[in-house]
T-cell receptor
Framework: AQKITQTQPGMFVQEKEAVTLDCTYDTSDPSYGLFWYKQPSSGEMIFLIYQGSYDQQNATEGRYSLNFQKARKSANLVISASQLGDSAMYFCAMSYSGGGADGLTFGKGTHLIIQP | DTGVSQNPRHKITKRGQNVTFRCDPISEHNRLYWYRQTLGQGPEFLTYFQNEAQLEKSRLLSDRFSAERPKGSFSTLEIQRTEQGDSAMYLC?????????????FGPGTRLTVL
């Protein structure tokens, strides 16, 4: 069974600082995908970044980067130069690419608050 | 707007009533997913379709839950005989399945309140 663990229920960060949101995962499948989503108070889940289990390089998308450490089964999200608009819930998720159920397994999320 | 849309955005119903939610995916996407999100938790996968075929439904919470995607375009999620524990946000997502990345894009959700 797959499991995603996010150990930081909440974080307060000063504007313009870099932020690291932790995510560890557990799976026995060799092929999987890791995702980060942002959920503002409006409720919509916004896709941020994706990392495949066989990707050699860490994924980057603008101010977002994913620090993928496969041996440690961690996939931390790094947000550079944080902005007030980054305040939201952040969810780490995993997909199973080996067939069968293809829904995402989500962690419990981290509530990020950016302070001016 | 070419994103995923869901209707209604909010639904208040009395216990025991049936409710139906609609999801319209991104037009070229062939996969459609339903999730439930309760307060303080991440979304929980319920079921998904590839085109009109429902490929996974074992995660539906009970036999009161059912989903359809009759023509491979929009989908409906029905909850029969609603209970107070069904109160949650119901999220729909769609994706274009490829050999590798299968990024799911979510709609705004339908918030259900069962009185």
């Amino acid at each position: 069974a797959q499991k995603i663990t996010q150990t930081q229920p909440g974080m307060f960060v000063q504007e313009k600082e870099a932020v690291t949101l932790d995510c560890t995962y557990d799976t026995s499948d060799p092929s999987y995908g890791l995702f980060w989503y942002k959920q503002p108070s409006s409720g919509e889940m916004i896709f941020l970044i994706y990392q495949g289990s066989y990707d050699q390089q860490n994924a980057t998308e603008g101010r977002y980067s994913l620090n993928f450490q496969k041996a440690r089964k961690s996939a931390n999200l790094v947000i550079s130069a944080s902005q007030l608009g980054d305040s939201a819930m952040y969810f780490c998720a995993m997909s199973y690419s080996g067939g069968g159920a293809d829904g995402l397994t989500f962690g419990k999320g981290t509530h990020l608050i950016i302070q001016p | 707007d070419t994103g995923v849309s869901q209707n209604p955005r909010h639904k208040i119903t009395k216990r025991g009533q049936n409710v139906t939610f609609r999801c319209d995916p991104i037009s070229e996407h062939n996969r459609l997913y339903w999730y439930r999100q309760t307060l303080g938790q991440g979304p929980e996968f319920l079921t998904y379709f590839q085109n009109e075929a429902q490929l996974e439904k074992s995660r539906l919470l009970s036999d009161r839950f059912s989903a359809e995607r009759p023509k491979g375009s929009f989908s409906t999620l029905e909850i029969q005989r609603t209970e107070q524990g069904d109160s949650a946000m119901y999220l729909c997502a769609s994706s274009l399945v490829r050999l590798t990345a299968d990024t799911q894009y979510f709609g705004p959700g339908t918030r259900l309140t069962v009185l």
